[in-house]
């Protein structure tokens, strides 16, 4: 299980693409090239998509223990 998940700033994200293009679970989705959303229960943690974003628009977050 990932100890830290990806998350997008929205602000700041230009849904170029680069994210959705490298991830090797397919967690990235870019919607109409306006919106990117990250499906958490693909996501494994591996940071690929944060470390390519031009925008720097992808951080990792840690993943909050569930109770």
Known sequence: MAKR???VIK????????CENVCPREAVTVW???????NLEKCI???ICANIC?????IM???EAAL
Request: with cysteine; proline share 3%; aromatic share 4%.
């Open 5 to 7: 998940n990806a998350s």
């Open 11 to 18: 602000e700041i994200c230009v849904a170029c693409g680069a």
């Open 32 to 38: 109409k090239g306006c919106y990117t959303k990250i």
């Open 45 to 47: 943690g591996c940071g």
């Open 54 to 58: 031009p925008a720097n628009a992808v």
């Open 61 to 63: 977050q840690k993943k």
